[in-house]
Structures are given as structure tokens and as C-alpha cells.
């Protein structure tokens, strides 16, 4: 019989109306290595072993396979629905009016499921590439943000709190220019922003702007993304589980680096959410965040080890005239179009 962890040793993190949700996610990008069966099976696996916050999306391409997982934990009682925390994202060719809830609604019936937890804006654009693209792909469609269409979006995930379809929005791939502009306009605010968060790149200033704004910071790619895509690779990029920092902090630790930038993230206050379809690895991922902590020392080593190595660029998402994937991110402060 697997290890089972006990729900009452997994920290939790609030959301703005006091709910809480567990501190460690799992996600659910195969990153095209990995099939919709095995991720299922993991999700499976995962929530008997303790997981019950699970990072979905449509464009994963695998939620009805992981509809048919959340269903046999349900029958076979592992759970109940309302212990689970299952987000899903509206892919950025289902923006336009009408889409969204379309798109939520096939996401429901993918999970088999009456109600989303938490139903994210997975970019605020509706720059379309095909799945599993190559990195220099580009959509001559793509345009830059624009406030009135991204609100128009928001406006139909806010439809959906009302109908009760999800309980929660939220948005991913923000940065602090676009949500300057748009938390004003919001009738239901982002309970979370969905960014990438590892300690290669901690994002100090997004993160504290989430925290600042009672929104809860889900860190995606939170071991630095091992197995993402070819498209997602580029030769500057530093790998989080070989940063001296973390491997001298491993080896005291006596734990694999994986699990340093977890327990990092688990205490510095996001909520990772990593993906492992290997057991050993999916259960040690969650079990960190109850036992060993980190010291404030190690804490501030690896804060100060950032070394603002951004991975999921975003380029093929970037529109005719653009200069290049920075101006996806407002790196100079305003909305870049
Ligand atoms: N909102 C967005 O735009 C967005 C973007 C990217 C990702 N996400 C979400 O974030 C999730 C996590 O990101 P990610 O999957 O890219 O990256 P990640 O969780 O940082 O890395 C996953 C990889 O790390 C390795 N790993 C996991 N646990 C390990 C352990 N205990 N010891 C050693 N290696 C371990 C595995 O590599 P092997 O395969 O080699 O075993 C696994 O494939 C995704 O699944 C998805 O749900 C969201």
C-alpha cells in the first residue's frame, strides 16, 4: 500500500474570503512527454496518496482522461467533492463572446464534474498556436494586450461565478502594468494569479503585488520545469535543481534539489503546483511541505540566488512587429503593444 500523508499536516493557504486550499498542488502539463493515461493515473495516485488541489487546463489535452481519475476517487470514496480544489484555464483561442463558457462547459463535462473551483485566464491575449508547435512559430493573427478584449473575457469567467459553474477566477501570466489595468474594472476579483515561480526566478515584485492585493500566488514550473518542451528551451537558461545554492542545501537536507524548491515555495507563501507522474516522486513532492523545513538562513540563501530566469518566454504567442518575448512581460513598466 502506497504512503498515505495525513490532510491535517498540509499547511494550507487563504484565499481573500478565508478559504483555504493546500499549500502544495499537483499539476498536470505532460509538456509533451508525458500522455493524458499516465497524467490520469497520477492524479489518481496523487489524490489517494493526499492531493486535493489539482492544476488543470483544456489545452492540456488530457481532462477527460483525468475526469475519468476525479470520478473513481469519488465512487470509490477516497474523497468527497468538496475536499477537492480543481482549477481549470480557458485557452486563448476561446476568448471571444460566448467561448468562454463554452469552453468551461466542455471542460465540466471533460472532469465530469457540476462545478470548477477555480477557473483561470491562462494568458490575457488570444494569441492561438497549435499544441506542441515549434519555437519560432508564429500566428499572424496575434496582437498585443488590449483591455477592453481581455475584460470582455473576464466579464464571461465572472458569468460563470454567478451561474455557480465555478467558484473561484483567476488569472495566469499577468504582469503589474496589466493588472493595474484591469483590477479596477473587475466586478469579481482574481482570488489567484497563476505565474512562474521557482527559485531561478521568484518574480519578487509580482509576488508581492499578488500578497499585497489578498491574491494568492500559484507557482507554476516550481522545479524549474526538468521536461518542459524544446520550444521552451533556450541555451541561457539555468536549471533550478543544479544551482549550487540548492544542491549544497540538498545535500544537508539529505533530500533530492526538487524538493528544496519546493519546500522553498511552500514557505516563502505561493502554492506550487509540480507535475510528476512517478509515484516516489509525486508523493515525496507533497510529503516535503510537512516535515524539515527550511532555516530563515536557507531561506535567504536561495532569495538571494534569483537569478530572474524567466523559462515559459511565451514567444510563440508574439504578434507581428514585436521585438521579442520581453514584450510579452512590460519588462519597462508599462503594457507593452
Ligand atoms: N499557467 C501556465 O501558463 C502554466 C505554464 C506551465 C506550467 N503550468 C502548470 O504547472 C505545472 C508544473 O510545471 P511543469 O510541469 O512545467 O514543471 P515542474 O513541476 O517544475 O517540473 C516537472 C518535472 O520535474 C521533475 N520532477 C518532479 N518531481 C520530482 C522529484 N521529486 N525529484 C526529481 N525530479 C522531479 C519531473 O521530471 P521527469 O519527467 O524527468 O521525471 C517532472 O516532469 C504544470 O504541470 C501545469 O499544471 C502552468
Not at 31 to 60: F, H, N, T
Not at 113 to 132: E, K, M, Q, R
Not at 308 to 325: H, S
Request: aromatic share 8%; with cysteine.
Amino acid at each position: 500500500m502506497s504512503e498515505i500523508i495525513e490532510q491535517n499536516k498540509i499547511p494550507r493557504r487563504a484565499l481573500y474570503d478565508g478559504t483555504t486550499v493546500p499549500a502544495v498542488g499537483m499539476g498536470t502539463f505532460g509538456s509533451d512527454k508525458y500522455g493524458p493515461e499516465q497524467i490520469a493515473e497520477a492524479v489518481y495516485g496523487g489524490i489517494r496518496a493526499g492531493y486535493r488541489l489539482i492544476d488543470c487546463a483544456s489545452v492540456y489535452m488530457n481532462e477527460d482522461r483525468i475526469g475519468g481519475a476525479l470520478e473513481r476517487v469519488l465512487q470509490e470514496g477516497i474523497v468527497k467533492r468538496e475536499e477537492l480544489f480543481i482549477t481549470s484555464k480557458v485557452w486563448n483561442d476561446m476568448h471571444g463572446e460566448g467561448q468562454v463558457i463554452a469552453s468551461c462547459e466542455k471542460s465540466l463535462k471533460d472532469l465530469k464534474l457540476s462545478y470548477i473551483d477555480l477557473y483561470f485566464v491562462h494568458w490575457p491575449f488570444p494569441n492561438y498556436h497549435a499544441p506542441g508547435c515549434d519555437g519560432d512559430s508564429r500566428n499572424p493573427d496575434s496582437r498585443p494586450f488590449d483591455l477592453d478584449e481581455f475584460m470582455a473575457t473576464w466579464r464571461q469567467c465572472e458569468q460563470l461565478v454567478d451561474e455557480g459553474k465555478v467558484r473561484y477566477i483567476g488569472m495566469s501570466n499577468m504582469t503589474i502594468p496589466k493588472l493595474e489595468a484591469v483590477l479596477p474594472l473587475c466586478r469579481i476579483k482574481p482570488a489567484a494569479l497563476e505565474m512562474e515561480l521557482h527559485p531561478g526566478f521568484q518574480q519578487p515584485e509580482l509576488f508581492d503585488y499578488a500578497k499585497a492585493h489578498d491574491i494568492l500566488p500559484v507557482g507554476y514550473c516550481p522545479i524549474g520545469s526538468p521536461s518542459r518542451p524544446e520550444r521552451d528551451r533556450t541555451a541561457e537558461d539555468v536549471a533550478d535543481t543544479q544551482m549550487p545554492e540548492i544542491v549544497e542545501i540538498a545535500e544537508r537536507h539529505h533530500v533530492h534539489p526538487a524538493l528544496i524548491c519546493l519546500k522553498w515555495a511552500v514557505q516563502r507563501g505561493q502554492v506550487p503546483i509540480p507535475f510528476s507522474v512517478k509515484e516516489p516522486q509525486y508523493i515525496s513532492n507533497l510529503k516535503c511541505a510537512t516535515e524539515d523545513p527550511l532555516t530563515d538562513e536557507e531561506m535567504e540563501t536561495i532569495r538571494l540566488a534569483d537569478k530572474n530566469c524567466r523559462l515559459v518566454k511565451g514567444q510563440v504567442f508574439l504578434w507581428p512587429g514585436a521585438k521579442g518575448w520581453e514584450d510579452l512581460w512590460d519588462v519597462n513598466g508599462t503594457i507593452t503593444r
